[in-house]
């Protein structure tokens, strides 16, 4: 799972993620603008979530659990689009 658009060598648990073993909110089209470019995690929070965030100081923490809850609200969708 990756929140924005992360940087290269993920790992989980000390080995690399392969290329389909990452989910990213960057890149999943349906969570993208009408032109295919990514969207604020903050705004797809607000309209996935129905939650706030990054009202004051920027918080690494806070985005990843948004990217996972939002992750984990469209799970089933987001699967059966890699099918």
């Known amino acids: 799972m990756r929140g924005r658009a992360g940087g290269r060598g993920d790992t989980a648990g000390g080995e690399d993620l392969g290329l389909g073993d990452v989910r990213d ?3 999943y089209l349906p969570l993208c603008n009408g032109r295919g470019k990514p969207r604020k995690l903050r705004h797809l929070a607000k309209e996935v979530l129905g939650a706030s965030m990054q009202t ?3 918080s690494s923490v806070e985005d990843a659990r ?3 809850f939002i992750y984990l609200q ?4 987001w699967e059966a689009s890699l099918r």
Do not use: D, I, K, R
């Open 56 to 58: 004051g100081e920027h």
């Open 66 to 68: 948004a990217a996972l």
């Open 74 to 77: 469209l799970a089933h969708q």
């Open 25 to 27: 909110t960057a890149c």
